[in-house]
C-alpha cells in the first residue's frame, strides 16, 4: 500500500479521494486550509492544514510520501476575476516534489484543459470560455508545468460533475480522437485516480473521464 499526499482533499474531489483511497489500504495525508475541520476520521489518516501555494507547507507534506494526488478547486464566484491558483500551486508543487525527490504525480483538470480544449463542441465553446474560460486557461498552464517535468505524472480530466455515490461504470478515453464532454461523479473521478496510484501503464498520459 502507498502512502498518499492528497493536496485539496477537504472537498469535492479531494475529499472522495481521500475516501476512496482509505478503502483502498492506503495511508492518507490530508492537505487543505481546512483540513483540520474535515469530519472524517480513520486510522489512516493524517489530517495537515496547509496552503498548496506556499512552499514551506508543502514540502513538509511530502515527508516519506509515495504518491501526491493534486484536487484543487474554486468557488464559482472566483470563476470570474483573475485565476492563478492552478499554475500556482503546480508551480510550488513540482519543485517541492523535486527536492522531495517524490516522482509519482495524479493531477485532477478537467475536460477543455490543454489539447481537449479542442474537443469542445461549436455549440459548448462559447458558454464555456464565458463561465470557465479563466479557470481552464490556468489549467492549461498547470498542465503544461507538470508536461515539462520528469515526474512520473498522469493528468485526469473529468467532464461536468456531478454527486452521488461511486458507479464504476465510467470511461476513461486516453485517445483525441474519444475526447468528448460528459458528465462523470466525484466518486467515479476519485475510483478512477485512487486506482492509477500502482498503475505504470497509466504514466505520462492524459484521460478524459466521462460516463
Not at 62 to 67: F, W
Not at 120 to 144: C, M, N, T
Amino acid at each position: 500500500m502507498a502512502r498518499v499526499l492528497i493536496i485539496g482533499a477537504s472537498k469535492g474531489i479531494g475529499l472522495e479521494t481521500v475516501r476512496s483511497a482509505l478503502e483502498a489500504g492506503h495511508q492518507v495525508r490530508a492537505l487543505a486550509r481546512s483540513a483540520t475541520s474535515m469530519s472524517l476520521t480513520h486510522p489512516q489518516l493524517e489530517k495537515v492544514r496547509g496552503n498548496a501555494l506556499v512552499r514551506e507547507d508543502v514540502e513538509a507534506a511530502l515527508q516519506g510520501v509515495d504518491v501526491v494526488i493534486q484536487t484543487l478547486g474554486v468557488s464559482f464566484a472566483e470563476l470570474f476575476g483573475p485565476v492563478h491558483l492552478f499554475s500556482g500551486a503546480t508551480r510550488v508543487l513540482v519543485a517541492a516534489m523535486a527536492e522531495r525527490g517524490v516522482k509519482r504525480l495524479i493531477c485532477v483538470t478537467g475536460f477543455g484543459a490543454g489539447d481537449s480544449q479542442d474537443s469542445i463542441s461549436v455549440l459548448q465553446r462559447l458558454p464555456f470560455h464565458a463561465v470557465f474560460g479563466r479557470a481552464y486557461a490556468d489549467k492549461s498552464i498547470q498542465e503544461q508545468l507538470i508536461k515539462e517535468t520528469p515526474l512520473d505524472w498522469t493528468i485526469v480530466r473529468p467532464g461536468v460533475l456531478t454527486g452521488g455515490s461511486r458507479t464504476g461504470r465510467y470511461q476513461a478515453l486516453d485517445q483525441p480522437s474519444q475526447w468528448r464532454n460528459g458528465i462523470v461523479a466525484r466518486a467515479d473521478v476519485a475510483d478512477f485516480c485512487v486506482k492509477q496510484i500502482g498503475n505504470p501503464a497509466s504514466v505520462r498520459k492524459a484521460y478524459v473521464l466521462v460516463n
